[in-house]
């Protein structure tokens, strides 16, 4: 079995910094690709970046030279590190990764944390 956990959300006015955090455990054999999505309320959910098991970043137009992700693959940890906040960055900010579990080597599977709230607020 595999859990995804974020952390690190929160309230935090325009302009302001807050870094995410999302840790995989359980019986991993290999971790793939790894991505942060949000969901803003009302909307449908968006991709904020994503990142290879070799470090490769990817992240769109939206969020690009604001937000930086990065992993640690010894800790099965992935982060994101958000600076210069709007309140359209407003969303529940899941993580989700590609992995291949000990039971199934040869299988990929993606799974999906349970999210965690952050507010652009003054």
């Known amino acids: 079995q595999v859990q995804l956990v974020e952390s690190g959300g929160g309230l935090v006015q325009p302009g302001g910094s807050l870094g995410l955090s999302c840790a995989a455990s359980?019986?991993?054999?290999?971790?793939?690709?790894m991505g942060w999505y949000r969901q803003a309320p009302g909307k449908q959910r968006e991709l904020v970046a994503t990142?290879?098991?070799?470090?490769?970043?990817n992240d769109p137009d939206s969020v690009k030279g604001r937000f930086t992700i990065s992993r640690v693959n010894t800790k099965n940890t992935m982060y994101l590190q958000m600076n210069s906040l709007k309140p359209g960055d407003t969303g529940i900010y899941c993580c989700?990764?590609?992995?291949?579990?000990?039971?199934?080597?040869?299988?990929?599977?993606?799974?999906w944390g349970q999210g965690t709230r952050v507010t652009v607020s003054s």
């Open positions: 359980g019986s991993i054999f290999k971790i793939r690709d």
């Open positions: 990142i290879t098991s070799d470090g490769v970043a």
């Open positions: 989700s990764a590609r992995i291949c579990t000990v039971k199934d080597v040869v299988v990929t599977s993606q799974y």
